[in-house]
């Protein structure tokens, strides 16, 4: 699936960061690591596939801003590579199957793994469950989740309620 390496790798990262801080660590991989394409606009710096970030070693992971993910990065370029973890075949999987698939690379969660499956896969059903969403169902919902009303379609209301969520906080 295009753009599930790089979808994968970003959401690794974006444990306890924030967006700036995430947008610059994922450019700095790909700068570093990746390829240049240039369009009549831009130049892109695009991640290389799993098996050509095989030699990078955790320090120079770390050194991309990544901290304590490196480890995890570099288990899902090792799962990603040697096969375990085929991210075009897994997305014939169901949405369970799917996130436990993903829940097998060190790092991530069950929270990661629904980001990964909404935003790498499209599952709409998906509702990844942080910080946010968890204040929103205490705090809005009496403690109830109310995703199962949305049904498949939760994963795009949990992100106005994220949206919602956060914004009210500023």
């Known amino acids: 699936m295009a753009g599930s390496l790089e979808i994968l790798i970003s959401t690794i990262i974006s444990q306890r960061k924030s967006i700036p801080a995430i947008k610059k660590a994922v450019e700095t991989i790909a700068k570093k690591y990746g390829t240049i394409k240039k369009t009549e606009y831009e130049e892109l710096s695009l991640f290389q596939s799993a098996t050509d970030l095989l030699g990078v070693s955790e320090d120079d992971m770390r050194e991309c801003g990544v901290v304590y993910r490196a480890p ?8 990603v590579s040697n096969g ?4 075009s075949n897994i997305s014939q999987l169901p949405d369970t199957e799917l996130i436990q698939c993903l829940e097998c690379i060190h790092g991530v969660g069950v929270k990661v793994a629904n980001c990964i499956a909404l935003f790498a896969y499209g599952r709409m059903a998906c509702v990844p469950v942080d910080i946010w969403i ?17 049904g498949n379609n939760a994963g795009i209301i949990q992100q106005y309620i994220f949206y919602y969520k956060q914004s009210r906080q500023r």
């Open 134 to 150: 968890s204040r929103a169902i205490d705090d809005d919902c009496n403690g109830n989740s109310p995703f199962d009303l949305y």
């Open 72 to 79: 995890y990065i570099l288990d899902a370029i090792s799962k």
């Open 84 to 87: 375990e973890v085929n991210l």
